[in-house]
């Protein structure tokens, strides 16, 4: 497998489209500047295709395993992790207080785009840290910053995310791993959870676990919920690693894909803890990390179709396979090579034409993690965080759909070989699969949208949303180089609007009519999204010349004319299905219903 960092497609969408004085007009950010920034992404491609691609078949043959009560992580995972913390990348944009560089989260989500390509189970061991990271910044005590903090931000400990138990992942309400407090001010922590990323390893010499338990006596569901730091060993009272916590490892899951990614489950047993935030108000804690892995999920799935599409492309301008209709590369041959056949074509652009037009929808939304903490004004910074909230399940669903399409196209444009290990396809098929099951599956996310989203401050996000996207569409409409492409945009976007007051009156008057609709509803939103960004990104390249903008046009145009027409359909499931859908229970559903 091959992979080149798409830097050239980041640093056009930072400089041609969204502007990086954007970024480097914000307190803290004013030694930055587009020399800087793409050598960072440079310097990150760089590590990725040579020390994290090489060991990602390998990671997958053998696997993370527990021997003897010990996580091992594949070979070569040590010696990356080791020249990952050694080159800074475990530090990117956090708080320089504790040893971050203080860089943009911008940054951050491109070079996750790049981790994710290279080898995803490598990439979770970090991931986890980091949103870890984040949240202990945000909500915990100054003597828990103090003390596990700047480790974890320099990657010498790792973090987890604690949530789900045997008997409760969507619902979290339902958990039952408890905390008693203890006179010393920690708590006791028991219970199980499962599927813990990176819950236990051998790449450093502790692991914090963020842990969502219930306060004895705290009310049952989702209001008596309390986020716990609780240290696979214990830290002295100088810094230092001790003994072990009762924490432990009963099992490693076998799992379809990301299989060099050790997903544990976990015992605790009497383990100690310490309260993060306020008691019972965990999952609002706990948010600050969720909602960073939403977004982070999203970009694993574009990195993974990104290498996916490269490959595929490379195999189909190599394979000499049939004849091609006229025009052909070389008469003389008997074959030509796949990208010659209309239908492989296709596939290739209806992946690269998403792919791009998902990295605008992604880097557009982390822009916007950066201004909602740093943009000047109050009313801008909370402009920016309504346009994260209301896009974070749109990236995440959007982008790791994106992740399984594409890596399916690229298998089937591999034909045989595609499902044959060697070319690492099947394996991008497996790896993929995970990303819109975890982190809230996509289903929870489209309820998100539809039930909290869309009528949240009175609808404002959305409100404010279409209205700028109103504007946009009204100022481009006379714009002779965005024909083909404002027309279907627009036009989408009516389709979107008209959905969205349907589902509004939905969540006030039949609710399962909403939900029913809410996955089609989040992507016809997501679609239209792109079409839009796809549309404005091409609208600030108006009037320029050469290859690059001519590609990009040719792109955007594409994606209106083959993807974007799926929104046809989609608006008339949403506006027009819900009767049929109601009209089945559980038990018409088995087919076993008798006369
Ligand atoms: C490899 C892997 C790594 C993971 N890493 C972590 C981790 O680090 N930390 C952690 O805490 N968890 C982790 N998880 C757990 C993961 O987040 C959950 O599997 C996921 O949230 C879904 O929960 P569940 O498996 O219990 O499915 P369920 O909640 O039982 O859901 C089953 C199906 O029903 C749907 N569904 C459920 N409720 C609703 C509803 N109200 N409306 C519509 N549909 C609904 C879901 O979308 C899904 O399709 C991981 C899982 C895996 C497989």
Known sequence: MKYQAPVDDMMFLIEEWLGIERLTGLPGFEDLDSDALRFMLEEAGRFCASELLPINATGDAVGA????????????????????VEGGWTSIDSDPEYGGQGLPRLLQFMVDEMLAACNLAFKLYTELSHGAGHLVAASASEDLRRRYLPNMIAGRWTGTMCLTEPHCGTDLGLLNTRATPQPDGSYRINGTKIFITSGDHDLTENIVHLVLARVDGAPAGSHGISTFLVPRNHVREDGSVGERNSVKTGSLEHKMGIRGSATAMLHFED?????VGEENRGLVAMFTMMNIERITVGI???????????????YACERLQSRAPEPRPDPSKRADPLVYHPEIRRMLLRMRSQIEGGRALAIYTALHTDLMHRAPSPEERKGAADTVALLTPIVKSYLSDLAV??????????????????????QLVRDSRITPIYEGTNEVQALDLVTRKLSLDGGRLVDAEFSRWA???EAARKDRELEGIIGPA???????????????????EDDAAARGAATEFQRLFALTTVAILWAQVVAAISGKQ???????????????SHV????????????????????????????????
């Open 546 to 560: 050469g290859e690059i903008y001519e590609r990009k046009r040719k792109l955007a145009r594409f994606y209106m």
């Open 300 to 314: 694993q799935g574009l990195g993974i179709a990104e290498i996916a599409c490269q490959n595929a492309l490379d």
């Open 564 to 595: 974007l027409p799926e929104t046809i359909a989609l608006h008339k499931v949403i506006t027009e299905g819900a009767e049929d859908l109601a009209e089945f229970d559980a038990a018409s559903l088995t087919g076993q219903v008798r006369a």
């Open 65 to 84: 395993v527990l021997d003897s009560g010990e996580v091992r992580t594949p070979p070569g995972f040590r010696e990356a992790y080791r020249k990952f």
């Open 271 to 275: 383990a100690t803890g310490y309260l």
């Open 405 to 426: 399409t594409s890596s399916l196209s690229a298998q089937q444009v591999f034909g045989g070989h595609g499902y044959i290990r060697e070319w690492g396809m099947e």
């Open 471 to 473: 504007r946009f569409l």
């Open 490 to 508: 627009a036009a989408a976007f009516e389709r979107l609007a008209d959905a969205t007051g349907c589902m509004r009156q939905r969540v006030l």
